[in-house]
């Protein structure tokens, strides 16, 4: 039978956690508790004006030791007798009084502890405060415009977090919070400006389209950072290549590059996708749900015929663990990495530079940025600018000054 051990003291509640019901976890979880992995116990900070003490593990026998009541252990949830509520919160008069009760039972021993430092264990993880009713209106309003199932999830996420961190309920923001959480995220947690904007767009929208309320008022938006991506030389995309030797982790890392894919899309890529007689790959419902069109190289082609036949790829051109649903973009980002790391590249980039590089070897090679475009499936010409700005076609002929010097 598993027994909870559970030590009261004057700074925090300790519940050693070894060969427990592991559906202790959840309970424990729902109390704040943090784990002290050295200890192996659960910490619970004590606020004396919390009812700490009035909570218990129904159906699970607990053991209660206190370090200032005269009796010390008390003993609770053993022979079948069933778990109330009033038995984590007795007075001192009975506590002894069922301690006479079980005077049967064994005299537990207690070693002593040395003192805990609780202010190593680190702040307690702040409420939510966010209720799952509004959640699932949230979800629900986002559904019915068709939004994606990525920003549905960064929409809840970011409402969620906006009410734990003002430790306020929806409906009892004020105008000016928004402003201090975006101040709070950027100061503590170092968001980027796009994460910044993408927060207010979640935000603003629960408020206007679920809660229809503004009282949260305009807020400005922080600038985006312009920066110029990082791209990499023709000698080193054919190390990467050269150096993975999984036929179907090249054919997806080649076509991202031959294709100027992202990689949501070419994890969602089908056989019937790829038309070798024409060589164009069409992407089904890419960024902003729009279908387009891309080259598909020779060299891509014939790889995907002799991949397809050897694998007998019927459906998925990059199946998953299972042969019924495709590859995860996790996974695709991971295939990059270990890529990376065994070409021996430094540079700080994702498999998303493969789809920059694309862009900036065709710039680089003369193809009008009209096409590239296009090929890119921008809606602005602005987004794809940028690339002539890591290009060197223009610049090519232009010699620094000091190959100038004697």
Known sequence: ???????????????PFSGCDTRLLNLLASQNGVWDNERHEFIIRRDEDSGESAWGFPGIPCVWVNETFPVSIRIVGF???????????????????????????????????????????????????FPDSWQEKLETELRSRKYSVRTLRCYIYYNRLF?????????DIQSGDLTRFLALIEKDREYAASSMNLAISAIKFFYRFVLRNDDIGEQLRPRHD?????????????????????????????????????????????????????????????????????????????????????????TWLFPGQLATRPLTIRSAQHIFEKALRRAEITKKISIHSLRHTFATHLLESGTDIR?????????????????THVARRSILNIKSPLDSLP
């Open 1 to 15: 039978m598993d027994i909870v051990y559970i030590f009261r003291e004057s700074a925090a509640i300790r519940i």
């Open 79 to 129: 022979w079948e007798r069933p778990w109330k509520q009033s038995d984590a919160a007795c007075s001192p008069r009975r506590e002894a009084h069922l301690a006479n009760e079980l005077h049967e039972t064994p005299p537990v021993k207690i070693q002593p502890r040395p003192q805990i430092n609780y202010s190593m264990i680190g702040p307690l993880p702040l409420p939510e405060k």
């Open 163 to 171: 009410c734990r961190l003002m430790q306020k309920q929806p409906e």
């Open 226 to 314: 312009e920066r110029i991506p990082l791209v990499l030389s023709k000698e080193e995309v054919c190390k990467i290549f050269s150096m993975e030797k999984n036929p179907k982790h090249r054919l997806l890392l080649m076509l991202v590059y031959s294709a100027g894919l992202r990689v949501s899309e070419v994890v969602a890529l089908k056989k019937e996708h790829v038309d070798l007689s024409r060589k164009v790959i069409n992407v089904r419902l890419g960024k902003g749900r729009k279908d387009r069109c891309t080259i598909l190289s020779e060299k891509a082609a014939q790889f995907v015929m002799e991949y397809c036949a050897f694998y007998g790829i019927q």
């Open 371 to 387: 096409y590239i475009q296009a090929l890119l499936g921008h809606a602005n010409l602005r987004t794809t600018e940028r690339y």
